[in-house]
């Protein structure tokens, strides 16, 4: 049995207890949620309902665009500790089950590629020094998102692409 494909921002409510039946939208944009509710009773029906939703959605779509990816690359988490989004020290030790085990320290840059997936370039403090290491971690995750383009879409990351059987 196919399933039908969900409407961007738009969801089927059907709660037989409250006996609600209608269409909710809702929207993220730059922290702000847009959220509205289409009864079916009010608007005569499902299928009036479900259009007076895409025409709110459409709305506050085109009113409010999405982040860039490259905006959305730049956004400083909270637990960011170098200072620069995208970057950060890692220890890797050869075996963490030797007291003695050599630890090798060195500055991530990391960012996500067009397809999704993510890409890390790791640069050695032993190597290049303290400042080196983080100065060339910086500058290459600088250069990838400097190449970013196109709009961010938050549930791309949550769907996979199906591999076709041959």
Partial sequence: MKTKAPIYGVTRVDNETSRTHGWL???QRRGVIFRKQFSDGVLGGKTKSLAAAKAYRDEIVEKHPPLSKREHA????????????????????????KPNAERRWFWVASWVLPDGRAKRIK??????GEEGAFKMAVKA??????????????????????????
């Fill in 141 to 166: 995750r600088r250069n990838a998102i400097r190449q970013m383009a196109g709009d961010f879409d938050p549930g791309a990351t949550r769907r996979r692409k199906r591999m076709s059987r041959i």
């Fill in 25 to 27: 939208v809702t929207i």
């Fill in 74 to 97: 730049e956004i400083v988490k909270k637990n960011n500790k170098s200072g620069v989004v995208g970057v950060c020290r890692y220890c890797a030790s050869e075996t963490s089950q």
């Fill in 123 to 128: 640069f050695s403090v032993k190597k290049y």
